[in-house]
T-cell receptor, first 114, second 113 residues
Framework: GENVEQHPSTLSVQEGDSAVIKCTYS??????FPWYKQELGKRPQLIID?????GEKKDQRIAVTLNKTAKHFSLHITETQPEDSAVYFC?????????????FGKGTHLIIQP | DGGITQSPKYLFRKEGQNVTLSCEQN?????MYWYRQDPGQGLRLIYY???????QKGDIAEGYSVSREKKESFPLTVTSAQKNPTAFYLC????????????FGSGTQLSVL
């Protein structure tokens, strides 16, 4: 089955700086890669996703890049703000191929230092 | 609760006891999922269901059981065979026809007495 590795487990950055979280996946058939944000005591929520037919996607201060050859994808947050503090999870799945359910990474605790 | 409701919020299990976690959604989604969340372990898939009366094991199904008698409901039973049940349990659903986004419930924290 799919295996997703996520690094780092904890990331502390100064407010206003950029943050990068990296994930690798094992199954070359995976074609959908979402990122979820979970604030303390709340449910995970989708913040951005990318499919294997594109290499990069942006939404305001967040962006995701995908390298299919190397089987890794990254989340980039620019101009970090206090409200960006949360746990971020990457995930991978194969849409339309019979496999179901997302395989998640173990999460990155992002801390924004004032 | 954003269309997907889990209850109870907190649950305590005694040794040898089976407990059932409730998950209800009014989003008209076909697919429903149960995930287990442990600190530092991410979210691990227990069971999923794409359609009524059908469900599949996920990565950590041992010690758990589910049913899907109605589209809106996907209860999870933690049986006495699950020796380490203390965790945060998240139910989710998705509309596989329009996208893969998972919509999560607010979770149930299960602890052992």
């Amino acid at each position: 089955g799919e295996n997703v590795e996520q690094h780092p487990s904890t990331l502390s950055v100064q407010e206003g700086d950029s943050a990068v979280i990296k994930c690798t996946y094992s199954d070359s058939a995976s074609n959908y890669f979402p990122w979820y944000k979970q604030e303390l005591g709340k449910r995970p929520q989708l913040i951005i996703d990318i499919r294997s037919n594109v290499g990069e996607k942006k939404d305001q201060r967040i962006a995701v890049t995908l390298n299919k050859t190397a089987k890794h994808f990254s989340l980039h947050i620019t101009e970090t703000q206090p409200e960006d503090s949360a746990v971020y999870f990457c995930a991978a799945s194969m849409v339309g191929g019979g496999a179901d359910g997302l395989t998640f990474g173990k999460g990155t605790h992002l801390i924004i230092q004032p | 609760d954003g269309g997907i409701t889990q209850s109870p919020k907190y649950l305590f299990r005694k040794e040898g006891q089976n407990v059932t976690l409730s998950c209800e959604q009014n989003l008209n989604h076909d697919a429903m999922y149960w995930y287990r969340q442990d600190p530092g372990q991410g979210l691990r898939l227990i069971y999923y269901s794409q359609i009524v009366n059908d469900f599949q094991k996920g990565d950590i199904a041992e010690g758990y059981s589910v049913s899907r008698e109605k589209k809106e409901s996907f209860p999870l039973t933690v049986t006495s065979a699950q020796k380490n049940p203390t965790a945060f349990y998240l139910c989710a659903s998705s509309d596989r026809l329009t996208g893969e986004e998972l919509f999560f419930g607010s979770g149930t924290q299960l602890s052992v007495l």
